[in-house]
């Protein structure tokens, strides 16, 4: 995919509808006449809403803000966890994806590049990978600390809940590390899905101490230092057309990542089918009437 193929694939991130690229490459325009610009290094603000809600607001200010010192401070993270292999860790969740040499990854919160430059090298040779993420400061740092040798990659700054790009788009999406935060995290579970082709995988994870270590004394320090580490697991934001879910407990069992298989709809009960070995007809709908009864 050149620059010039990611362009025209980008869509509107709030209808989906084409947008018109300037002659000159430098600008995208919407139906509505919103205009997304394209960066000197090739990195398009798709940002929606351009005006972000306050919390995602917040978020893109902090990692603005520390993107030089953000790499050591998270290596620090994984230190005081249980001293974590990061390294390791950060392999474990890559491998999630199921990715193979030519195939096409998105990564929304990217951030420096630390799990994006491992994407890459899943999809070598000849793959794509499109990075993404709020942050102009941490997104120009990942674009200059990766390697585009036999791998195409682009860059956005974007909102995980508002994706600019058709259904289908991809066979693997990754996020990892704030979608605790998002002001619009089920609608960002929706678009995290949707842009997945059915087959596709999905992995997302974030900060979420496991239900069991909350009462030990240490763990329960952490929930005091860091409320983040308090969150619960989203699973009730999953969509419906999903299979073979599955949530690990990752680097001191401090933060979880769920990886989901996408399907082309929802599964559904049967529930008119007849119970067999009756000698009267019965089935769920008919159980479920004399349940309300």
């Known amino acids: 995919m050149t620059h010039q193929d990611f362009l025209k694939a980008l869509v509107c991130p709030l209808t989906g509808s084409p947008l018109t690229i300037a002659e000159d490459g430098k600008t995208l325009t919407s139906e509505d006449g919103t205009i997304y610009e394209v960066g000197d290094t090739g990195i398009v ?22 993107f030089l010192r953000y790499d050591k401070g998270v290596s620090w993270v994984f230190e005081t966890l249980n001293h974590s292999d990061e390294a390791a860790t950060r392999r474990f969740f890559i491998d999630l994806m199921d990715l193979k040499p030519g195939m096409k990854a998105l990564e929304v919160g990217a951030g ?53 790009f058709a259904d289908d788009t991809f066979d693997a999406v990754f996020h ?27 992995v997302v994870g974030d900060e979420s101490v496991a239900p069991w270590l909350r009462n030990t ?46 399907t082309a709809k929802a599964p559904e009960v049967d529930i008119d089918l007849p119970i067999p070995g009756k000698d009267f007809v019965d089935n769920w709908r008919l159980r479920a009437d004399k349940a309300e009864a």
Do not use: C, W
């Open 45 to 66: 603000n798709m940002l929606y809403p351009k005006e972000l809600l306050p919390g995602d607001a917040h978020e893109q200010y902090l990692y603005d803000q520390a």
């Open 112 to 164: 420096t590049g630390k799990d994006s430059a491992l994407i890459l090298e899943k999809v070598k040779p000849g793959g794509t990978a499109v990075l993404s993420d709020l942050s102009p400061n941490m997104l120009k740092l990942a674009q200059e600390k990766l390697s585009t040798e036999d791998v195409n990659v682009h860059y956005f700054l974007g909102n995980g809940s508002y994706l600019p």
């Open 176 to 202: 990892f590390g704030g979608i605790n935060t998002f002001s619009e995290r089920k609608k960002a579970f929706d678009e995290l899905t949707r842009v997945v082709r059915p087959g596709g995988k999905v």
């Open 217 to 262: 004394p240490t763990y329960a320090t952490l929930l005091k230092a860091n409320p983040l580490f308090r969150a619960e697991v989203p699973i009730e934001d999953v969509p419906a057309n999903v299979e073979n879910f599955k949530l690990h407990y990752v680097f001191g069992n401090a933060f979880y990542v769920m990886e989901y298989t996408v």
